[in-house]
């Protein structure tokens, strides 16, 4: 990894930028990364989790938020401490496995970190399936390599090391899009849990364009569309898509940032503004 490619992941982007008068709020959190991540893991509550709760349906809506600006301001309207203070579970912002990676993604950006949130799946979950989910990775200077942590699930007993994920426990939309071509894997494992049609190469060619926008620094929700995503979905792609998809994972693979924001131009994998407004 190049010395400018860690400076561009160590600077926010649009949705990991915090807003004017945040920075305060992290005052007081631990310098090591997989400890800031062990803290964003007490900021952020599942949906289902606040719902059990009993929150109402506008708190649930706070899963909508893409900013983590706009988490952090949610979460601290609620409590207005300092985010290495314990919170308690209904003082928690509510968002996905996403919004658990790209909060730590932008606290450590925030603090010149190089870091990155991924989408893809975990292969931790359920065994032979891999199951839509997002992490963070930060760059470990004297190791010289990316880390793939499980912000959501540090200290969860789900995998033996969510602190560095060993290789194969977690695939990018990429990655496991590329064992797919190569018939390493059945696509009909790899989807949403919960769901019945959010399964199969539609899904892995969804998180693969969201993987590549993650990596162009926008970190979309797990629901958006855009592009041929939603024909994807509904079946009405065929070879042409496949094999932007082919590209698109192995530049993704390739990790250089220049060829994924010259990638990211293209009209089918570029994010509207409507949904980055």
Known sequence: M????????SSPGPFTRLDAGQSGLLEGLPDD?????????????????AARLGLPEERIAE????????????LTALDPAPLHQPRSPETRVVGTCRHFAT?????????????????????????GRGLDHWITEYWHTAEARWVRVDTEHLGSGYVEHPEDLAPGEFLTGGEAWIRYREGRLDPDLFGVAGTEHAWGPHEISGNAVRDLAALCKHEMLNWDEWGRMTEAYEGGTGPDYDSLIDTLARTCADDDPASLTRLFTHPHFTVPEHLTG
């Open 2 to 9: 190049t010395a400018d490619a860690l400076d561009h992941y």
């Open 103 to 127: 909060l730590a993604c932008a606290i450590l950006r925030a603090r010149g970190v190089a870091a990155r949130a991924r989408c893809g799946f975990a292969t931790y979950f359920a065994e």
């Open 33 to 49: 990364p997989v400890e800031v991540c062990s803290v964003v893991r007490t900021l952020v509550i599942q949906p289902a989790d």
């Open 63 to 74: 899963k909508e938020i893409r900013p983590a600006g706009g988490l952090l301001a949610a």
